[in-house]
């Protein structure tokens, strides 16, 4: 499960597949809270929202985009929130989580970690063979994250396992 964190929008995505091969589609779209709304109401929302995708379809990792520090403190802080908020539902159904930054996705998917959404978005598209790219962009980053575990974090959870497996056996 894909999860671009957002307080207002946060990109849900739910792909399969396995390294080397085509990725599915198998669901997309938004958790969405209103500005309007008290913020400890907004993160309720969110909680809710992102429980009933983890609850619908089980996903075996949650990837979240990590938070990088951007210009605007207030904001920062609100996705901050947002992918605390998923990490949590991971934990709380014993899930791994796995943080790719917004430069690893784009690269991933583009070949370019300096892709602008747009570009993300025509590729998210390409990949999984969609005639139009997902939308909002919030929901194409969140597949972009879900590619990028499946094709990168997949690959190196194998690696990390095999590396602590060989040091098992060597202590043994």
Same mark, same amino acid.
């Given at each position: @499960? ?9 990109? +849900?995505?739910?792909?399969?597949? $396995? ?17 309007? @709304? ?12 992102? &429980?009933?995708?983890?609850? #619908?379809?089980?996903?075996? &990792?949650?990837?979240?985009?990590? +938070?990088?520090? /951007? *210009?605007?403190? *207030?904001?920062?802080?609100? =996705?901050? /929130?947002? !992918?605390? =908020?998923? @990490?949590?539902?991971?934990?709380? *159904? ?20 300096? #892709?602008?959404?747009? /570009? +993300?978005?025509? @590729? +998210?598209?390409? =990949? ?6 997902? $939308? ?10 879900? =590619?990028? *575990? ?5 690959? /190196? ?6 590396? !602590?497996? !060989?040091?098992?056996?060597? !202590?043994?």
């Amino acid at each position: @499960m894909g999860v671009d964190p957002g307080l207002t929008r946060c990109g +849900v995505a739910i792909v399969e597949g $396995r390294p080397g091969a085509r990725p599915g589609l198998v669901a997309v779209g938004v958790v969405r809270t209103s500005p309007d @709304m008290p913020h400890e109401y907004r993160l309720l929302r969110l909680e809710e929202g992102l &429980t009933g995708w983890y609850d #619908a379809y089980h996903p075996e &990792t949650l990837a979240i985009e990590r +938070v990088f520090a /951007q *210009h605007n403190l *207030h904001s920062v802080t609100g =996705i901050a /929130q947002a !992918a605390g =908020i998923a @990490m949590l539902i991971g934990a709380r *159904h014993d899930t791994p989580v796995a943080l790719h930054t917004p430069s690893e996705a784009k690269a991933t998917i583009t070949g370019s970690g300096r #892709a602008d959404k747009k /570009q +993300v978005a025509t @590729m +998210v598209a390409r =990949i999984l063979g969609l005639a139009t790219p997902p $939308r909002p962009a919030d929901a194409a980053d969140a597949v972009a994250l879900a =590619i990028t *575990h499946l094709w990168r974090g997949g690959v /190196q959870a194998r690696y990390t396992e095999a590396a !602590a497996a !060989a040091a098992r056996r060597r !202590a043994s």
